[in-house]
């Protein structure tokens, strides 16, 4: 994949500032029905009983890189290669084209920390520099899938894109 996009999600989980990105990969490589892990018995039954909505496990975490807050300490996480089709934003295909980075934590309902909105803003304007990607080609999520808020509410969008100029 040659990333023509970046894409900026948030969890919608509230941040226990520990390993929550842990959590995400295994919810992604789980089985899952109406938003919770089941097993694959579980859900290879509900298949073969007709039951709609089954999702199946990922071959990895859907994104390609995570922002999270453990204790006081921000780490990036790494999720599915850059060289791999995320699986963080289906709508218009985007997944085939675009670098999706998720800010772990629910930013509908609290602030966004100065120091991950700093560490979001360097590492954009790397891959920007890295893959050619235009300003006009850093979208929210919910640019593309407008029932979600991603990446919240609260999540100083027009800041943060002054901070990429």
Known sequence: MKPEYIIIHHSTTKDGRKNDWKAIRRYHTSWRYKGNIITEEEGRLRILAGV???EPPW???GYNLGLEQEGDQFWWKLGRPLTMNGAHCVEHGMNHKSIGICVVG???VDILPDTMFHLLVNRVLELMQEFSIPLQNIK???DYAPYKT???KLFPWERFMN???
Do not use: K, M, Q, V
């Open 59 to 61: 071959i990895d975490i």
């Open 52 to 54: 709609r909505g089954i």
């Open 140 to 142: 929210r999520h919910c």
């Open 163 to 165: 901070s990429l100029l």
């Open 150 to 152: 991603c990446p919240g």
């Open 106 to 108: 629910n930013y509908d």
